[in-house]
């Protein structure tokens, strides 16, 4: 169930943001997500939280090396954000 509210809200996000976040970063969080669920639901919440911050963390480094509006993938920082969420709990 958490794997597909989080589904739901990232497709929610990505289709009002366009071009902010891809469809597969959408599956990705679910899948990940859903697989977090399994340990329990702080381990879901911390590794969509996890992978956020450190989505953020990486553009906002990366913001001052670039003066294009280039995009980053989102992939690495999820499954990341997993694997710490996973040592956590």
Not at 34 to 47: K, V
Not at 73 to 80: L, N, Q, S, V
Request: hydrophobic share 60%.
């Amino acid at each position: 169930m958490a794997g597909t509210l989080t589904a739901l809200a990232m497709l929610t996000m990505a289709l009002a943001f366009s071009g902010q976040l891809g469809l597969g970063d959408v599956a990705l969080l679910g899948v990940v997500n859903l697989n977090l669920a399994w340990l329990s639901w702080q381990a879901a919440l911390a590794g969509v939280l996890i992978a956020f911050m450190l989505q953020g963390i990486l553009v906002l480094t990366c913001k001052g090396r670039t003066e294009t509006r280039a995009t980053s993938p989102m992939g690495p920082a999820i499954w990341a954000g997993w694997l710490l969420a996973v040592f956590v709990s």
